[in-house]
């Protein structure tokens, strides 16, 4: 099985930037399309950026511009870079596995592995 574990996050002024790390387990990952998910209290969870085994990388609308994916193959890490933080990124942010594709979807449902999420908070 995959293995997601995630670090970064925080409190961070507005304007500000913080960095999101996620480590996989499993020889298969570098096969697999990555994303960041986030998510508010009462709202659906929204996708902010995914990248593929390959590098493509793909981003939500409203982070396009502010953030940026890289992976590491070799280190089994995909990170995610977020600069000119505004009050509406807050959320937790989750990175995500598809075991399935070869390429990165936006929709949550088809990814398979989860990390446990991480809390990002921006203060105006």
């Known amino acids: 099985q995959v293995q997601l574990v995630q670090s970064g996050g925080g409190l961070v002024q507005a304007g500000g930037s913080l960095t999101l790390s996620c480590a996989a387990s499993g020889r298969a990952f570098s096969r697999f399309p990555m994303s960041w998910f986030r998510q508010t209290p009462g709202k659906e969870r929204e996708f902010v950026g995914g990248?593929?085994?390959?590098?493509?990388?793909y981003y939500g609308e409203s982070v396009k511009g502010r953030f940026t994916i890289s992976r590491d193959n070799a280190n089994n890490t995909v990170t995610l870079q977020m600069d000119n933080l505004k009050p509406e990124d807050t959320a937790v942010y989750y990175c995500?596995?598809?075991?399935?594709?070869?390429?990165?979807?936006?929709?949550?449902?088809?990814?398979?592995?989860w990390g446990r999420g991480t809390q990002v908070t921006v203060s105006s």
């Open positions: 995500a596995a598809d075991r399935n594709n070869d390429y990165v979807t936006p929709s949550f449902f088809e990814y398979d592995y």
């Open positions: 990248i593929s085994w390959g590098g493509s990388v």
